[in-house]
């Protein structure tokens, strides 16, 4: 007699938990320096200049006789009052021999300001980049997986019903110290690329004028980029957690056949659709990914919400 045993899921909250310590250490370790270095070079507005005052704060910025940005009332009134004339796309046009002395020197100081705030981000990154590289992120991920492991723990019992007396501590072959530093590692890589990039961007717009609107957009989108980054990382971790319990719950039970199970909605991708309901072998996997002809179990290719529902027969059972 064949019983199929209950679903052991990789649950939204495993993730999550992950996600929320490498967050954490995120927000400490690098955006709050970068951060601070930006926080630096906000500059202070007292300036009797509504022009000079935008375009060193980089709303506005000046080249090749175009004030380019965004203007309010009071800005536009007062570049029309130095003798700027409103283009039909929006910018203002001022020869550079008609700029007053105050504007020219507000030029030139959001110039200076600009290289050094640029030159400031790039000078954090390589700190932070330092740091990162040399320290143990030390972010607690192996209580983390523990966590995870003995809510599988449980998943595990229900999934049996109390048919099979489970092995006490199902779980612990997987070591949460190793999995703790490939963590560790996989971060320190991520961000680290990451940094070399932020690097590079800082670098490109600086010769590209330095417009320190966009500096502050390239930050921001930096750090949107590598927190979904460190997103994939942390479903990535969860699941390997995941499946590595569900392959030792089933070498403890002696199964070594499964069914494909899919979560049986619209986003279950095409390939794993054709593999619901069908028998597997744990050695012996079906292709998963259609592109590379990759082979793997339940869970084993990146976001796959599948599960295998174990077979425990008779003889399994009373062995
Ligand atoms: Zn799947």
Redesign the pocket.
């Known amino acids: 007699m064949k019983t199929l045993l209950g679903p052991i899921l990789h649950r939204d909250e495993y993730t999550r938990w992950i996600e929320r310590e490498a967050n954490g250490w995120l927000d400490e370790a690098v955006f709050a320096p970068l951060d601070a270095a930006m926080e630096d070079e906000r500059l202070n507005e007292n300036d009797n200049s509504f022009v000079a005052a935008a375009l060193i704060a980089g709303t506005i910025w000046y080249a090749a006789g175009v004030f380019g940005g965004e203007f309010d009332s009071k800005i536009s009134r007062e570049l029309r009052m130095f003798g700027a004339t409103l283009a039909a796309d929006g910018t203002f046009r001022l020869p550079d021999w008609k700029l007053t002395i105050p504007l020219r020197s507000a030029i030139a100081y959001a110039s200076h300001r600009s290289r050094y705030a640029h030159g400031g981000v790039v000078t954090i990154a390589d700190t932070i980049l330092d740091n990162v590289k040399k320290a143990v992120l030390g972010i607690g991920a192996a209580l983390i997986f523990l966590r995870i492991l003995s809510d599988l723990e449980i998943q595990s019992r229900l999934a049996l019903d109390h048919r099979t007396e489970l092995p006490v501590a199902i779980g612990k072959p997987v070591s949460s110290a190793a999995q703790e530093r490939e963590f560790d590692d996989r971060l320190k890589k991520i961000t680290a690329d990451a940094l070399e990039d932020l690097k590079k961007k800082v670098a490109d717009n600086l010769a590209d004028g330095g417009r320190p609107d966009k500096l502050k957009a390239i930050v921001a989108a930096w750090k949107t980029k590598l927190r979904s980054r460190i997103a994939t990382e942390a479903e990535h971790q969860a699941a390997i957690v995941v499946t590595a319990h569900r392959r030792e719950l089933a070498r403890r039970l002696g199964i070594s056949e499964y069914i494909w199970q ?2 049986e909605d619209s986003k ?2 095409k390939c ?1 659709r054709l ?1 619901n309901g069908k028998t597997f072998n744990w050695d012996n996997p079906p292709v ?1 990914d259609d592109r590379t002809g990759f082979r793997g179990n ?2 084993d ?1 990146a ?4 599960h295998p529902r174990l077979i425990l027969t008779e003889a399994e059972r009373a062995a």
């Open positions: 899919t979560m279950v991708r794993h593999l998963i339940p869970g290719s976001n796959c919400r599948c």
